[in-house]
C-alpha cells in the first residue's frame, strides 16, 4: 500500500500537486480490534494533523481481509459516508448495498467464486459431494450461495461440516468422522486456511486419501499448508484464486527498506529484526538481551526470500488496485474530470473540502484501465468484474507447487466463461477425472426412481415397462412407442411389431385352401352328374332344380373362405362377410325348398291326416260322466284319486278319500276327507308336522342358511326402523318415514315429536327470565319516566334510554315465539322480530354513544361549532336509519324466501324435531351479520371515549355491555350450529336473553342504584363539584381559562 501511495504521489498526471497520506492500524484480524480501528478512525474525522489546517478528513479506508472483519468497519463508517475499500474480504452479503453503502472491494465477491466452484463442479460431471464451511460469515455464506448455484444444476450435496480455528478436538474429530462415512469422492472446503488448517492435520494424521479436494481462494495458493506432508492427502486439489501480476519496482522499493533511513516508518524495525536478526542499533535502549545491528547490514543478502518474490502477487496486487481506485476517485473531486494522462489541469475544489460522501459518490463511478491493461470498475453493489485463475496442487521437485491451468471469467451482463486444460490436471486419483455421484447413471432400458428421504442425486434404476423404452443414460422418464412399435427386450429400442394374417404359404393357410377347392370342386362334380342323369327317377324326385341350386350355392360357399386368406384389403374385408351371408342364405333357402316339398307332399299323400286333425278337436262326455278331450300336446285331462291306506278286519284297504282333477284351462281342484284319513302317528284329527326349520314369529325374517335347502333358515330380528306383522316373513318391511318399529319389530308406531314447549321445564324457565326481564324494562322505564327532572337522568339523555329500555323490553319477548310448536307465522316473526329489535336496540346505544364523543367535543376548546349540531332529532335520526335497514333486510327476507316449519329427521332415527328452517341462510347470517356491524362500530366508539372526563359519562358502561354482546353472539355462532333438535332454539334464546340482561344491567343498573340507593348523589351539586374537577384537569390539558359544560339533552 505504501509503494502505491508513493507511486500515485510521485505521478503528474494523477493528483498533480497533492499527496495522499496515510495512517496505519493493525487489527490482528479480529473483529474486536477492527472495531476500535474503525471507531478511532471515525473518532479522528475533525482532527488536524498539522498546524496549517489544510489537512482534509480521512477520504477512504482499505479494509479488512477478513470478512467479518469488513462487516464490522462497513457497518461502523456506513453512516459517516466514508468509503470502505476491501482487498481480499470476498463474502456475498457484503454486496448488501442497504447495510453497507459505502463498501466496495477489488476481490470478486463469493457470488462469483459461487458460480465460478459450482461450474468447475458440473464441467467434470461430480453431483455427488461433500462440503466444508467455516464458523463465520465467509464460510456459511459462500456455502450458502454455492449451495444454491449447485441445487440450480441439479448437483446434491451430501453433507456441510463446520470448523473454525478454534474449535476443541473432539469437534475437528466429528468432521473427519463425517469425511470417512460418506461415500462422496469430492468434497469443497469453502474455509479460510486458518481454519482449515487443523483439520488438513487431522485428515493427514488419519491418512484419508482418495479425495479430490476443491478450494476456494482463500486457502489454494496459501504458503503454510503447501507441504509435501499435507500433498499426500490434498495433492491434485483444485480451485480458484484471483489473477497474479508482477508489479514493476515493487522489489526495488523493498530492498530499499531500511531503518536507518526513515526511522519513523511503520512496521520497519519490527520487520528488520524478523529479516535480518537483529535490532537496529538506534533502538539500543530498548534491546535487553537481543542482538545489535552494526549499521552496514542490507537486504541483499535475503533476495531468495519469498518475502521478495513479487512475480505471484495476488492479494498485494489488489492492494495496489484498492489505492489507485481512490486517487481516480479523489482526482475526478478534485479536478471535476476523469484523469486522462494531462498535466496542465486546475483543480475546481479545494482540497480541504473534501468529504467523504463526495468521495464514496465518485468511487462508485470509476472507471479506468491501469498500466496492466486490466479496467478498474465497480457494479452498483460496489463489486469488481470477476476474474480467477484455475490452480491445481502439483508436486515438483519435491515442492507444491500452484499451477495455473485455467481461468473463469464473468462480464458485466451476467455471463460467464471457464476454460481449463485438463491435460495438464494432476488427480489426487490418477490420471482419469475421479468420479462422485450417489447412484450411477442409469443405462438405457432403465429410468431414474427417487429413493424416499434422500436426494434427488440418490436413485434406483428401474427397467422400462413394456411398450416403452430409455434410448439413453440417465434417463428419468420411460417414453412410450409408437402404436406400430413395441419396446426390444433391452428396452432401449422400439422396433416395428410383427403383422399377422392368415397366409396363402403359411401351412395352415396351405390346408384351408386345398379343402376349399377340394369342396368346390365335388359340388361342381356333383352338378354335372345331377344334370346329366337329370331324367332318372332319383334326380326327378329329389327336384333336379332346387338340387341344381343348392349345390351351386355349396360351391359359392366352397369359395368363400379364400377371401377370409391373405392380406386384408379394403375389398377383400368388404366381400368377405358379403359373400359369405348371401351365399349361405341362398344355401339355407334352397334347403327350406326342399323341405317345404317334402312335407307338401307328404301331406298330400297321407291318408290319416284328415283324421288327425278332428281327433285333436274331440270334446265330448261319456256314459260314465267323465269328459273326454285333447290339450295341445294330446294329453287328456287329469283325474286323480286320494287314496289312504287304512286296515279294516286284519286287512289293508285302499280307501278313496278325495278327488284330484285339472280342467280344459289349467287349473284344478282337489277336495279331501281330512275327517276319514287315519295318520301314521295314531292320531285321528292330528296332522303330522314335517319342517326343517319352524315359522319365524312376527318381528323376524328368514335368513337363508348357506349351503341348505331353502326350507332350513335362521330367523333373524328385523333392523331398527322396520317391522315384520306376520309369522314366516321373508322380508321385514320398513316403517313410514314419521314412524319407528316398536321394541318387539311386528308394528309400526308415530316417532315421538319434539320441540322447545312452554310446558317443560327448559321452557318454563326460559319464559320465566324472558318475563322477568320484561318486567324490569319496564320498571325501569317507569324509574326514568318519575325521574327525569333529575340530574341524572338528564345526563344520560332521558329520551334516548326510553327508546333503548323499550327496545330491550321487545327483546326480552322475542324469545316467547321462539317456544312453542312453529308455525307459519311464528316462523317468520321469531327471526324477524329478533333482528328488527335487536337493531333498535343497538341503535339506541349508538346513539347514546355518539352523543357521549359529542358531548365531549363540545367542551374541547377547538370545537366551540360542536354545540347543538348532535341535538334530539338527529339522535332520533340515526335510530330510525339504522333500523329501517334491518327492516328492509327482513322484508327482502320475508318476501323472497321466508322461513317455514319445517321437520327434521337427522339429529335422531325416533324423533322428528320440528324446527323453523330459516328458507335462506344468507338472509339470516345478514340480519346477524348487521347487528354485529353496529355492535362493533358502538364497541370502538364507547371504548374511545371510555376515559372522557365526565362523572356521569355512560362510555364505560357502554363498552363494558357492548364486550359482554359481542362475547354472547361469537360463541353463539358455533354452539348454533353444532347444538341438536331444540337445543338449536335454546341456544338462540340463552344468547338473546343473555346479551339483553347485559345491556340492561351494565348500563342502567348504576344509574338505578344513584336514583334509589344514593339519592343525596343524584343533585347537581354534586355534578357541578364533578364538573370543577374536570374543569382544573381541562385547564391543565389545554392551558385556558374557557370551560364549557356539557350540554344535557331533555
Given at each position: 500500500?505504501i509503494?502505491?501511495?508513493?507511486?500515485?504521489?510521485?505521478?503528474?498526471?494523477?493528483?498533480?500537486?497533492?499527496?495522499?497520506?496515510y495512517?496505519?492500524?493493525?487489527s490482528?484480524s479480529?473483529?474486536?480490534?477492527?472495531?476500535?480501528?474503525?471507531?478511532?478512525?471515525?473518532s479522528?474525522?475533525?482532527?488536524?494533523?498539522?498546524?496549517?489546517?489544510?489537512s482534509p478528513?480521512?477520504s477512504a479506508?482499505?479494509?479488512e481481509?477478513?470478512?467479518?472483519?469488513?462487516l464490522a468497519?462497513?457497518g461502523?463508517?456506513?453512516?459517516?459516508?466514508?468509503?470502505?475499500v476491501?482487498?481480499?474480504s470476498?463474502c456475498a452479503?457484503?454486496s448488501?448495498?442497504?447495510k453497507?453503502?459505502?463498501?466496495?472491494?477489488?476481490?470478486?465477491?463469493?457470488?462469483?467464486?459461487?458460480?465460478?466452484?459450482?461450474?468447475l463442479?458440473k464441467?467434470f460431471?461430480?453431483?455427488?459431494?461433500?462440503a466444508?464451511q467455516?464458523?463465520?460469515d465467509?464460510?456459511?455464506?459462500?456455502?450458502?450461495a454455492?449451495?444454491?448455484e449447485?441445487?440450480?444444476?441439479?448437483?446434491?450435496i451430501?453433507f456441510?461440516g463446520?470448523?473454525?480455528?478454534?474449535?476443541?478436538l473432539?469437534k475437528i474429530?466429528?468432521?473427519?468422522?463425517m469425511?470417512?462415512?460418506?461415500?462422496v469422492k469430492?468434497?469443497?472446503?469453502?474455509v479460510?486456511?486458518?481454519?482449515?488448517y487443523?483439520?488438513?492435520?487431522?485428515i493427514v494424521?488419519?491418512n484419508i486419501?482418495?479425495i479430490?479436494w476443491?478450494?476456494?481462494?482463500?486457502?489454494?495458493t496459501a504458503?503454510?499448508?503447501s507441504?509435501?506432508?499435507?500433498?499426500?492427502?490434498?495433492?491434485?486439489?483444485?480451485?480458484?484464486?484471483?489473477?497474479?501480476?508482477d508489479?514493476?519496482?515493487?522489489n526495488?522499493?523493498?530492498?530499499n527498506?531500511?531503518?536507518?533511513?526513515?526511522?519513523?516508518?511503520?512496521?520497519?524495525?519490527d520487520?528488520?529484526?524478523?529479516?535480518?536478526?537483529?535490532?537496529?542499533?538506534?533502538?539500543?535502549?530498548d534491546?535487553?538481551?537481543?542482538?545489535?545491528?552494526?549499521g552496514?547490514?542490507?537486504?541483499?543478502?535475503?533476495?531468495?526470500?519469498?518475502?521478495?518474490n513479487?512475480?505471484?502477487?495476488?492479494v498485494?496486487?489488489?492492494?495496489?488496485?484498492a489505492v489507485?481506485?481512490i486517487?481516480?476517485a479523489l482526482?475526478?473531486?478534485v479536478f471535476?474530470?476523469?484523469?486522462?494522462?494531462?498535466?496542465n489541469?486546475?483543480?475546481c475544489l479545494?482540497?480541504?473540502?473534501i468529504?467523504?460522501?463526495?468521495?464514496?459518490?465518485?468511487?462508485q463511478?470509476?472507471n479506468f484501465?491501469?498500466?496492466?491493461?486490466?479496467?478498474v470498475f465497480?457494479d452498483?453493489n460496489?463489486?469488481?468484474?470477476?476474474?480467477y485463475?484455475v490452480?491445481?496442487?502439483?508436486?515438483r521437485?519435491?515442492q507444491?507447487?500452484h499451477?495455473?491451468?485455467?481461468?473463469?471469467?464473468s462480464?458485466?451482463?451476467?455471463e460467464?466463461t471457464?476454460s481449463?486444460?485438463e491435460?495438464?490436471?494432476?488427480?489426487?486419483?490418477?490420471?482419469?477425472?475421479?468420479?462422485?455421484?450417489?447412484?450411477?447413471?442409469?443405462?438405457?432400458?432403465?429410468r431414474?426412481a427417487?429413493?424416499?428421504?434422500?436426494p434427488v442425486c440418490?436413485?434406483?434404476?428401474?427397467p422400462c415397462?413394456e411398450?416403452?423404452?430409455?434410448?439413453s443414460?440417465?434417463?428419468?422418464?420411460?417414453?412410450?412407442?409408437?402404436?406400430?412399435?413395441?419396446?426390444?427386450?433391452?428396452r432401449?429400442?422400439?422396433?416395428p411389431?410383427?403383422?399377422e394374417f392368415?397366409?396363402y404359404?403359411?401351412?395352415?393357410?396351405?390346408?384351408?385352401?386345398?379343402v376349399?377347392?377340394?369342396?368346390?370342386?365335388?359340388?361342381?362334380?356333383?352338378?354335372v352328374?345331377?344334370?346329366?342323369?337329370?331324367?332318372?327317377?332319383?334326380?326327378?324326385?329329389?327336384?333336379?332344380?332346387?338340387?341344381?341350386f343348392?349345390?351351386?350355392?355349396?360351391?359359392l360357399?366352397?369359395?368363400?373362405?379364400?377371401t377370409?386368406?391373405?392380406?386384408?384389403?379394403?375389398w377383400?374385408?368388404m366381400?368377405?362377410h358379403?359373400?359369405?351371408?348371401?351365399t349361405?342364405?341362398?344355401?339355407?333357402?334352397?334347403?327350406?325348398?326342399k323341405t317345404?316339398v317334402?312335407?307338401t307332399a307328404?301331406?298330400?299323400t297321407?291318408?290319416?291326416n284328415k283324421?288327425?286333425?278332428?281327433?285333436?278337436?274331440?270334446n265330448?262326455?261319456?256314459?260314465?260322466?267323465d269328459?273326454?278331450f285333447?290339450?295341445?300336446?294330446g294329453?287328456?285331462?287329469a283325474?286323480?284319486d286320494?287314496?289312504?291306506?287304512q286296515?279294516?278286519?286284519?286287512?289293508?284297504?285302499?280307501?278313496?278319500?278325495?278327488h284330484?282333477?285339472?280342467?280344459?284351462n289349467?287349473?284344478?281342484?282337489?277336495?279331501?276327507?281330512e275327517?276319514?284319513?287315519?295318520w301314521?302317528?295314531?292320531?285321528m284329527?292330528?296332522v303330522p308336522?314335517?319342517?326343517?326349520?319352524?315359522?319365524?314369529?312376527?318381528g323376524?325374517?328368514?335368513a337363508?342358511i348357506?349351503?341348505?335347502?331353502?326350507?332350513?333358515f335362521d330367523?333373524?330380528?328385523c333392523?331398527e326402523g322396520?317391522?315384520?306383522?306376520?309369522?314366516g316373513?321373508?322380508?321385514?318391511?320398513?316403517c313410514p318415514q314419521?314412524y319407528?318399529?316398536?321394541?318387539?319389530?311386528?308394528?309400526?308406531?308415530?316417532?315421538?315429536?319434539?320441540?322447545?314447549?312452554?310446558?317443560?321445564?327448559?321452557?318454563?324457565?326460559?319464559?320465566?327470565v324472558?318475563l322477568?326481564?320484561?318486567?324490569?324494562?319496564?320498571l325501569?322505564?317507569?324509574?326514568f319516566?318519575h325521574?327525569?327532572?333529575?340530574p341524572?337522568?338528564?345526563a344520560?339523555?332521558?329520551?334516548?334510554s326510553?327508546f333503548?329500555?323499550?327496545?330491550?323490553?321487545?327483546?326480552?319477548l322475542?324469545?316467547?315465539?321462539?317456544?312453542g310448536?312453529?308455525?307459519?307465522w311464528?316462523c317468520?316473526?321469531?327471526?324477524t322480530?329478533?333482528?328488527?329489535?335487536?337493531?333498535?336496540?343497538?341503535?339506541?346505544v349508538?346513539g347514546k354513544?355518539?352523543?357521549?364523543?359529542?358531548?365531549?367535543?363540545?367542551?374541547?376548546?377547538?370545537n366551540?361549532?360542536a354545540?347543538?349540531?348532535?341535538?334530539?332529532?338527529?339522535?332520533?335520526?340515526?335510530?330510525?336509519?339504522?333500523?329501517?335497514?334491518?327492516?328492509?333486510?327482513?322484508i327482502l327476507w320475508?318476501?323472497l324466501?321466508p322461513?317455514?316449519?319445517?321437520?327434521?329427521?337427522?339429529?335422531s332415527?325416533?324423533?322428528?324435531?320440528?324446527?323453523?328452517?330459516t328458507?335462506?341462510?344468507v338472509?339470516?347470517?345478514?340480519?346477524?351479520?348487521?347487528i354485529?356491524?353496529l355492535?362493533?362500530?358502538?364497541?370502538?366508539?364507547?371504548f374511545?371515549?371510555?376515559?372522557?372526563?365526565d362523572?356521569?359519562?355512560?362510555?364505560?358502561?357502554i363498552?363494558?355491555?357492548?364486550?359482554?354482546f359481542c362475547?354472547?353472539?361469537?360463541?353463539f355462532?358455533?354452539?348454533?350450529?353444532?347444538?341438536?333438535?331444540?337445543?338449536?332454539v335454546?341456544?338462540?334464546i340463552f344468547?338473546?336473553?343473555?346479551?339483553?340482561?347485559?345491556l340492561?344491567?351494565?348500563?342502567?343498573?348504576?344509574?338505578?342504584?344513584?336514583?334509589?340507593?344514593?339519592?343525596?348523589?343524584?343533585?347537581k351539586?354534586?355534578v357541578m363539584?364533578?364538573?370543577a374537577?374536570?374543569?382544573?384537569?381541562?385547564?391543565?390539558?389545554?392551558q385556558?381559562h374557557n370551560?364549557?359544560?356539557i350540554?344535557v339533552?331533555e
Amino acid at each position: 500500500m505504501i509503494f502505491a501511495i508513493e507511486e500515485v504521489n510521485t505521478d503528474p498526471a494523477l493528483l498533480p500537486n497533492i499527496s495522499l497520506g496515510y495512517r496505519i492500524l493493525n487489527s490482528c484480524s479480529s473483529p474486536t480490534n477492527t472495531l476500535r480501528a474503525a471507531l478511532t478512525l471515525a473518532s479522528s474525522q475533525n482532527e488536524k494533523e498539522t498546524a496549517s489546517g489544510c489537512s482534509p478528513p480521512i477520504s477512504a479506508v482499505i479494509a479488512e481481509a477478513g470478512s467479518s472483519q469488513s462487516l464490522a468497519v462497513a457497518g461502523i463508517l456506513g453512516p459517516f459516508q466514508v468509503a470502505v475499500v476491501s482487498y481480499f474480504s470476498t463474502c456475498a452479503c457484503l454486496s448488501n448495498r442497504v447495510k453497507y453503502p459505502t463498501f466496495f472491494r477489488t476481490i470478486p465477491s463469493d457470488y462469483f467464486q459461487a458460480k465460478a466452484l459450482a461450474a468447475l463442479v458440473k464441467h467434470f460431471g461430480w453431483e455427488w459431494i461433500g462440503a466444508i464451511q467455516s464458523d463465520n460469515d465467509y464460510g456459511r455464506n459462500g456455502v450458502l450461495a454455492f449451495a444454491e448455484e449447485v441445487k440450480k444444476l441439479k448437483i446434491c450435496i451430501a453433507f456441510i461440516g463446520t470448523v473454525l480455528r478454534t474449535y476443541p478436538l473432539d469437534k475437528i474429530l466429528k468432521v473427519v468422522e463425517m469425511i470417512k462415512q460418506s461415500t462422496v469422492k469430492v468434497i469443497l472446503a469453502f474455509v479460510p486456511e486458518g481454519d482449515f488448517y487443523p483439520l488438513m492435520k487431522e485428515i493427514v494424521k488419519q491418512n484419508i486419501t482418495g479425495i479430490q479436494w476443491i478450494a476456494s481462494e482463500a486457502w489454494i495458493t496459501a504458503a503454510r499448508p503447501s507441504t509435501p506432508e499435507m500433498y499426500r492427502a490434498f495433492g491434485g486439489a483444485l480451485g480458484f484464486v484471483v489473477q497474479k501480476m508482477d508489479i514493476p519496482n515493487l522489489n526495488p522499493f523493498l530492498m530499499n527498506i531500511n531503518p536507518y533511513r526513515n526511522p519513523s516508518e511503520p512496521f520497519v524495525k519490527d520487520f528488520w529484526e524478523i529479516m535480518v536478526g537483529c535490532k537496529p542499533s538506534s533502538n539500543v535502549l530498548d534491546t535487553g538481551a537481543a542482538k545489535i545491528c552494526l549499521g552496514n547490514e542490507t537486504l541483499m543478502d535475503y533476495t531468495q526470500d519469498v518475502f521478495f518474490n513479487v512475480s505471484q502477487l495476488r492479494v498485494a496486487y489488489n492492494v495496489y488496485k484498492a489505492v489507485y481506485t481512490i486517487a481516480h476517485a479523489l482526482h475526478q473531486l478534485v479536478f471535476c474530470r476523469p484523469a486522462a494522462g494531462g498535466k496542465n489541469v486546475k483543480p475546481c475544489l479545494n482540497v480541504s473540502e473534501i468529504h467523504p460522501r463526495e468521495v464514496t459518490y465518485h468511487l462508485q463511478r470509476v472507471n479506468f484501465r491501469n498500466r496492466f491493461g486490466d479496467d478498474v470498475f465497480f457494479d452498483e453493489n460496489g463489486n469488481p468484474p470477476a476474474s480467477y485463475d484455475v490452480i491445481n496442487w502439483q508436486l515438483r521437485n519435491g515442492q507444491v507447487q500452484h499451477v495455473t491451468l485455467g481461468h473463469f471469467t464473468s462480464t458485466k451482463n451476467g455471463e460467464f466463461t471457464l476454460s481449463i486444460q485438463e491435460d495438464r490436471i494432476v488427480w489426487r486419483t490418477g490420471q482419469m477425472v475421479p468420479a462422485s455421484v450417489c447412484s450411477n447413471a442409469c443405462p438405457a432400458g432403465t429410468r431414474k426412481a427417487q429413493i424416499k428421504g434422500k436426494p434427488v442425486c440418490c436413485f434406483d434404476c428401474v427397467p422400462c415397462a413394456e411398450g416403452s423404452i430409455a434410448n439413453s443414460t440417465g434417463a428419468t422418464e420411460c417414453t412410450a412407442c409408437p402404436q406400430d412399435y413395441w419396446s426390444n427386450d433391452k428396452r432401449n429400442e422400439c422396433i416395428p411389431r410383427e403383422i399377422e394374417f392368415l397366409a396363402y404359404h403359411e401351412p395352415m393357410g396351405v390346408a384351408l385352401t386345398a379343402v376349399a377347392l377340394l369342396g368346390a370342386s365335388l359340388s361342381l362334380l356333383t352338378m354335372v352328374v345331377f344334370i346329366h342323369y337329370r331324367e332318372t327317377p332319383v334326380i326327378k324326385a329329389s327336384n333336379s332344380e332346387l338340387s341344381c341350386f343348392l349345390l351351386f350355392s355349396l360351391f359359392l360357399c366352397f369359395l368363400c373362405p379364400l377371401t377370409f386368406i391373405g392380406r386384408p384389403t379394403v375389398w377383400t374385408c368388404m366381400l368377405r362377410h358379403t359373400a359369405f351371408g348371401v351365399t349361405f342364405a341362398l344355401c339355407i333357402s334352397c334347403v327350406l325348398g326342399k323341405t317345404i316339398v317334402v312335407v307338401t307332399a307328404f301331406k298330400a299323400t297321407h291318408p290319416s291326416n284328415k283324421v288327425t286333425y278332428h281327433l285333436q278337436r274331440v270334446n265330448f262326455r261319456n256314459r260314465f260322466g267323465d269328459d273326454v278331450f285333447f290339450d295341445e300336446n294330446g294329453n287328456p285331462p287329469a283325474s286323480y284319486d286320494v287314496i289312504n291306506w287304512q286296515l279294516r278286519n286284519g286287512q289293508v284297504q285302499h280307501v278313496t278319500l278325495g278327488h284330484f282333477t285339472s280342467t280344459k284351462n289349467g287349473e284344478f281342484t282337489l277336495s279331501i276327507q281330512e275327517d276319514r284319513i287315519v295318520w301314521r302317528t295314531g292320531q285321528m284329527f292330528q296332522v303330522p308336522a314335517s319342517v326343517c326349520s319352524n315359522a319365524c314369529p312376527a318381528g323376524t325374517r328368514k335368513a337363508q342358511i348357506k349351503g341348505k335347502p331353502v326350507c332350513c333358515f335362521d330367523c333373524v330380528p328385523c333392523a331398527e326402523g322396520s317391522i315384520a306383522n306376520s309369522t314366516g316373513a321373508t322380508e321385514c318391511t320398513a316403517c313410514p318415514q314419521d314412524y319407528w318399529s316398536n321394541e318387539r319389530k311386528d308394528g309400526c308406531i308415530p316417532k315421538t315429536i319434539e320441540f322447545l314447549a312452554y310446558h317443560e321445564p327448559m321452557g318454563v324457565a326460559l319464559t320465566a327470565v324472558a318475563l322477568l326481564g320484561a318486567s324490569l324494562s319496564l320498571l325501569t322505564m317507569v324509574v326514568f319516566i318519575h325521574y327525569r327532572e333529575t340530574p341524572v337522568i338528564k345526563a344520560s339523555n332521558s329520551e334516548l334510554s326510553c327508546f333503548l329500555l323499550f327496545s330491550l323490553f321487545l327483546c326480552f319477548l322475542c324469545p316467547l315465539t321462539f317456544i312453542g310448536r312453529p308455525t307459519v307465522w311464528t316462523c317468520m316473526l321469531r327471526h324477524t322480530a329478533f333482528g328488527v329489535t335487536f337493531a333498535l336496540c343497538i341503535s339506541c346505544v349508538l346513539g347514546k354513544t355518539i352523543v357521549v364523543v359529542t358531548a365531549f367535543k363540545v367542551v374541547h376548546p377547538n370545537n366551540k361549532p360542536a354545540v347543538g349540531q348532535f341535538g334530539p332529532i338527529q339522535q332520533r335520526i340515526i335510530v330510525c336509519s339504522c333500523t329501517l335497514v334491518q327492516v328492509i333486510i327482513c322484508i327482502l327476507w320475508l318476501k323472497l324466501n321466508p322461513p317455514f316449519p319445517d321437520r327434521v329427521f337427522k339429529y335422531s332415527s325416533k324423533k322428528i324435531v320440528l324446527e323453523c328452517n330459516t328458507g335462506s341462510e344468507v338472509a339470516f347470517y345478514a340480519v346477524l351479520g348487521y347487528i354485529g356491524i353496529l355492535s362493533v362500530i358502538c364497541l370502538i366508539l364507547a371504548f374511545l371515549a371510555r376515559k372522557l372526563p365526565d362523572n356521569f359519562n355512560e362510555a364505560k358502561c357502554i363498552t363494558f355491555s357492548m364486550l359482554i354482546f359481542c362475547a354472547v353472539w361469537i360463541t353463539f355462532i358455533p354452539a348454533y350450529v353444532s347444538s341438536p333438535g331444540k337445543f338449536t332454539v335454546a341456544v338462540e334464546i340463552f344468547a338473546i336473553l343473555s346479551s339483553a340482561f347485559g345491556l340492561l344491567i351494565s348500563i342502567f343498573a348504576p344509574k338505578c342504584y344513584i336514583i334509589l340507593v344514593k339519592p343525596e348523589k343524584n343533585t347537581k351539586k354534586y355534578v357541578m363539584r364533578l364538573n370543577a374537577s374536570r374543569k382544573y384537569s381541562l385547564e391543565r390539558k389545554y392551558q385556558i381559562h374557557n370551560v364549557f359544560t356539557i350540554p344535557v339533552y331533555e
